[in-house]
T-cell receptor, first 112, second 111 residues
């Protein structure tokens, strides 16, 4: 079946602009995660949605970052007033009611 | 919170050799340990995982071992092939929580 999809695959923006990144999880998966991978680095947790529970936002690096998940499916990660240090690959993962997380291909964000 | 260390950072082997990547974790509450393979320009792909009630798990040429007492877990790849070349990440979590990742191992398999 279809895996996790993310759009856009690449995004180039100017410093100070806002960006929205989209994630479509695997159908039926109740949990959705956002991670960030900086160049040559490991994966850093950002935010986690599980069903109708309040999201775990403990990994968001600043209040410029926010995310929502509509209807328990699609999620959007928004970065306001982008900075150069926001440049990274943003990865989304979804999970059924188990621990396994399945990742999408990521969105490469470049802030000029 | 959880901290995962991964070694080595790079590993070069000849085709047909075995490769071993090791990770340690700090939180004794962690009970799920996945391994991911990431190829250039792609998202991480789950290749094998192990839960804390199991000591070893195999899937064809890939195996994972877990030592809960020592808080160690390892990935073993036998009969390596050039297509095994990628970056491998270990991770740990306590259930339906965020994954805490190691820093990755770049595996290069030479023909």
């Amino acid at each position: 079946g279809a895996g996790v999809s993310q759009s856009p695959s690449n995004k180039v923006t100017e410093k100070g602009k806002d960006v929205e990144l989209r994630c479509d999880p695997i159908s039926g998966h109740t949990a959705l995660y956002w991670y960030r991978q900086s160049l040559g680095q490991g994966l850093e947790f950002l935010i986690y949605f599980q069903g109708n529970s309040a999201p775990d936002k403990s990994g968001l690096p600043s209040d410029r970052f926010s995310a929502e998940r509509t209807g328990g499916s699609v999620s959007t990660l928004t970065i306001q007033r982008t900075q150069q240090e926001d440049s990274a690959v943003y990865l989304c993962a979804s999970s059924p009611s188990r621990a396994e997380q399945f990742f999408g291909p990521g969105t490469r964000l470049t802030v000029l | 919170g959880e901290n995962v260390e991964q070694h080595p950072s790079t590993l070069s082997v000849q085709e047909g050799d075995s490769a071993v990547i090791k990770c340690t974790y700090s939180d004794s509450a962690s009970n799920y340990f996945p391994w991911y393979k990431q190829e250039l320009g792609k998202g991480p792909q789950l290749i094998i995982d192990i839960r804390s009630n199991v000591g070893e798990k195999k899937d064809q040429r890939i195996a994972v071992t877990l030592n809960k007492t020592a808080k160690h877990f390892s990935l073993h790849i036998t009969e390596t092939q050039p297509e095994d070349s990628a970056v491998y990440f270990c991770a740990a979590t306590s259930g339906f929580q965020k994954l805490v990742f190691g820093t990755g191992t770049r595996l290069l398999v030479s023909p």
